[in-house]
């Protein structure tokens, strides 16, 4: 038996213990929702920690809960009401099931995004797609689709045709506005009439499923449109929206440049870029605002440089500029320029007229240096321009990482998740990020703690089910806030808690796992969040 796994089963058949005996000390009434909240913990609590028979037992009582008319419980009774369960420590009648690990590469791992009104079938397929070995996260509105599409950035997305849902206006401002992005589209319906096939053809979508469709068909024809997609974009040197070259490009190009500067002794600069507060001018004015935006940037980077230098869109709005034969001092000197002549252009969309700024990390390369490390240094005093106010230019002498915080926050009643989830975290490495963790048994508490109130980038793991505030409550709260797109979050629920989970995606949950779960599970949601938002 895994050591940790192990820890935490015997701490959480302590804390089950230590409350009976404060029931019974009391010998107060126990009330319905006590007795429930209780056995939702534990039904949680033990699934996760491979306890699965407790769960199941668990899980059976608050059946039973649901189903009495019974409205309060003297504390023998609801001793006796939780046999079934705490009989089950018995050292002879624990049973550990081994959680299967499959391996996984997170970052490599295709995303998929569905969108549908049809929450059984969003919640359904994302676990069969899931098993498949992908990331999913889901849609019911056409409006959180939009904002996911262009912050997630999918590698396909599958969306519902249905008439009153407004699903070919979703498809049609994808293709409107990223009308070259090799992006898969395939469209799912209740039918398979031929005019709505054909319909779907016209309006750009890759593929035509029913939804009654085999799973194994259906990941099949989900299978040819991701491979075949991955291999168009990898034959492609440029970035279909910007026109400056893209990041397959940027692996043979800074190859190249760096041999060269290194038989002749001499050092060359980079240039890492992101277009500050980027997400308010999508939120604003529209995501093809944001592509207008993208798009006259990189226009204008590109005719305010040499000839010899090389523009890279990295990702989103980050772009990484190479200049051969060029020092520091003078790299940063050019960033400022950039900067200062850019600050003077008024970009207009439609109507709305806005002004562009940027933050900039200034690398010099003068001794051979793989990318990957030239771009992570770059990017820490890119990091750095950005923790001292945003539209400035920082260099990065040392070939040292300074990497971004991220505040994690667990909101759980389960001490045993939360001191399982506290472990998790604090071992857990995601590339250019520090991760900082808290955690809070209730919303209250949370609520409390100025912690949660900086200019950082958040991770909330909010269980659905809690005393005093549950989950939703919290979730409605954050999402109030002015600056709520910092805090990104993951609900927790149960296997069966269809409603809660709708609530959660309508009130703007990022995702959300059902219990009980595996870490690994667990590590892949994270990492798909985290680093594909930017």
Request: aromatic content about 8%; glycine content about 4%.
């Amino acid at each position: 038996m895994d050591s940790k796994l192990s820890k935490y089963q015997l701490m959480l058949e302590k804390k089950i213990k230590q409350q009976i005996h404060e029931w019974k000390q009391a010998q107060s009434i126990v009330t319905n929702e006590e007795l429930h909240q209780f056995l939702h913990t534990i039904t949680g609590t033990a699934g996760t920690i491979s306890l699965q028979e407790i769960s199941n037992a668990a899980a059976q009582l608050m059946n039973k809960i649901n189903e009495a008319e019974q409205k309060s419980w003297s504390s023998d009774d609801a001793v006796h009401f939780l046999s079934p369960v705490t009989n089950l420590f018995a050292p002879s009648k624990v049973l550990t099931v081994p959680t299967e690990h499959t391996p996984l590469s997170e970052q490599n791992k295709p995303l998929l995004l569905i969108v549908d009104q049809d929450i059984p079938y969003l919640i359904h397929s994302k676990e069969k797609l899931e098993n498949n070995g992908w990331a999913v996260v889901v849609s019911p509105t056409i409006e959180k689709a939009l904002s996911m599409f262009y912050d997630l950035h999918p590698d396909c997305m599958i969306v519902s045709n249905s008439t009153e849902f407004g699903g070919d206006e979703l498809i049609r401002q994808v293709r409107e506005t990223l009308a070259h992005e090799l992006i898969p589209v395939i469209v799912i319906s209740s039918s398979n009439d031929k005019a709505q096939r054909i319909e779907a053809y016209k309006l750009g979508a890759d593929d035509f499923m029913e939804k009654t469709m085999e799973w194994d068909e259906f990941a099949a024809r989900i299978e040819r449109q991701l491979k075949r997609s991955k291999s168009v974009k990898e034959s492609l040197m440029k970035d279909e929206l910007t026109k400056v070259y893209n990041r397959k490009f940027l692996n043979d190009v800074y190859q190249r440049i760096s041999s060269e500067h290194t038989r002749h002794k001499e050092s060359f600069s980079l240039i890492m870029i992101d277009i500050d507060f980027f997400k308010k001018i999508n939120d604003t004015y529209g995501h093809t605002a944001g592509d207008h935006v993208l798009v006259k940037f990189a226009d204008f980077v590109q005719s305010n440089l040499r000839g010899q230098d090389v523009v890279v869109r990295y990702g989103g709005e980050e772009f990484l500029v190479l200049m051969p034969y060029t020092k520091l001092m003078e790299a940063k000197d050019t960033a400022c320029r950039l900067l200062e002549k850019l600050s003077q252009n008024v970009f207009t969309f439609q109507e709305h007229s806005f002004f562009v700024s940027f933050s900039a990390g200034v690398y010099e390369v003068s001794s051979p240096i793989s990318l990957s490390e030239a771009v992570r240094t770059a990017d820490s005093a890119l990091y750095a321009a950005k923790e001292n106010g945003r539209g400035r230019v920082e260099t990065a002498i040392e070939q040292t990482e300074k990497k971004r915080r991220l505040k994690v926050a667990i909101i759980d009643d389960s001490e045993v998740i939360r001191k399982m989830l506290e472990s998790f975290f604090k071992e857990l490495e995601v590339e250019k990020y520090e991760l900082e963790v808290y955690t809070y048994q209730d919303g209250v508490s949370f609520f409390e703690d100025e912690w949660h109130h900086t200019n950082d980038e958040y991770l909330i793991i909010l269980d659905g089910v809690l005393p005093k505030m549950d989950g939703i409550e919290i979730l409605t709260k954050l999402r109030q806030y002015p600056d709520s797109s910092r805090y990104t979050i993951l609900m927790l629920t149960a296997r069966k808690a269809e409603g809660d989970i709708v609530r959660a995606l309508n009130l703007g949950a990022d995702d959300y796992l059902t219990k009980p779960f595996s870490v690994r599970e667990l590590e892949a949601r994270v990492k798909v969040l985290v680093q594909r938002v930017k």
